[in-house]
């Protein structure tokens, strides 16, 4: 393996959170070895969050991203589109012979991939050895990995990632006062869409909905922090992405003076609509780990699941509240959004 320009293939599927996690790795990684080819497979679904760092004349970044359809594909596996797909896929995937693969999922889909994957003479196939609390693992993964990487059974989600990654190259661990990065400091993103036209600046999003119900905060502490926040001069915004979740948004904007229930948008969309927000609050989930990764005012609610493995700790404008079994009040969501909001620019970003 040339140690000054391999050939690198990440693997992290899905989730919308979890792929945002492991974009430290691509900056990390470009740090060390500023030649080397860095692929990416991931599901379609999430093609989008990977596309700003998509190498291209000024900027280097990933390489090759490889979209994988495993769910579309589970759903039409008798036909024979989705065998083409599966097959056209195979050859994208095959097309380099990597030196080194990363995978840092621990779950079989993820492993398979890694099996698929075309690997020079004594590639590195780097994977977690053992499961972390809350996160999910199937043992069987690791059969799949040549390079067993032992890692704490708290450890958040980033360190994860890039505890698996120093592995495989015999680095140090990156420590956490080695700030993560993202996105870049100063990325473009679309003008918002007409769509969400309705939006009024300033506007501060409420992301309410989340996969599992017990990591749902309470209506009433939104409606509450709502109003609160609409009485001081803020449209508050109610995303949503299901019928569900759009029910409870236009429950909650009937007690919220001003409150706007959008159209639905896309991830694409997201970008422009969390970037035009002047705070993000939400619970653990994807679109406001978003948020925080894009270096924005965000506040992270914990109601059911750990602080320490998702929370945004990068950075002193993401506030985290709450923890597993201890969902926080309205009255300290509202002091942590009051000081986000009246703090000046530059003392957030120090």
């Given amino acids: 393996m040339s140690t000054s320009s391999p050939k690198i293939l990440l693997v992290k599927l899905s989730s919308l959170g979890d792929v945002l996690h492991n974009l430290p ?51 039409h596996l008798f036909e024979l589109s989705t065998w083409k797909q599966f097959f056209s896929f195979r050859r994208h995937l095959q097309e380099i012979s990597y030196d080194v693969v990363i995978e840092t999922q621990g779950l079989l889909k993820s492993a398979l991939v890694c099996a698929l994957a075309k690997k020079s003479p004594n590639a590195v196939v780097a994977g977690l050895a053992n499961a972390t609390q809350f996160s999910g693992y199937e043992p069987l993964a690791k059969c799949f990995y040549n390079h067993q990487v032992q890692v704490p059974m708290q450890t958040h989600a980033v360190d994860r990632s890039r505890l698996v990654m120093c592995s495989a190259f015999d680095w140090l661990a990156i420590k956490r006062s080695d700030t993560p990065h993202f996105y870049a400091s100063r990325m473009k993103v679309d003008l918002l869409k007409p769509s969400i036209s309705q939006l009024k600046t300033p506007y501060v999003l409420f992301f309410h909905s989340t996969a599992r119900e017990a990591k749902r905060w309470s209506n009433e502490d939104w409606t509450t922090l709502g109003i609160e926040l609409s009485n001081r001069g803020y449209q508050v915004v109610l995303p949503w992405g299901n019928a569900a979740e759009k029910a409870v948004s236009t429950e909650l904007a009937k007690q919220i003076p001003n409150a706007l229930v959008p159209a639905a948008f896309s991830i694409e969309d997201a970008f422009a609509v969390i970037a035009g927000a002047a705070l993000t609050v939400g619970v653990d989930t994807g679109l406001t780990h978003l948020a925080a990764v894009l270096g924005l005012p965000t506040i992270e609610i914990y109601c059911d699941s750990p602080r320490w493995k998702t929370e945004g700790y ?7 509240v709450g923890d597993i079994g201890l969902p926080p009040d309205a009255a300290e969501l509202i002091k942590a959004s009051v000081e986000l909001l009246t703090r000046p620019a530059q003392e957030l970003t120090q």
Avoid: C, M, S
Wanted: cysteine-free; overall charge positive; aromatic content about 12%.
């Fill in 314 to 320: 990068w950075a002193h404008h993401i506030r985290n």
């Fill in 25 to 75: 790795l691509v900056w990390d990684l470009r740090a060390r070895l500023p030649d080397a080819q860095i692929d990416w497979v991931v599901e379609e679904a999430y093609v989008h969050l990977l596309e700003p760092l998509r190498t291209r004349e000024d900027f280097k970044g990933i390489d090759r991203i490889i979209p994988f359809d495993l769910r579309r594909w589970k759903k």
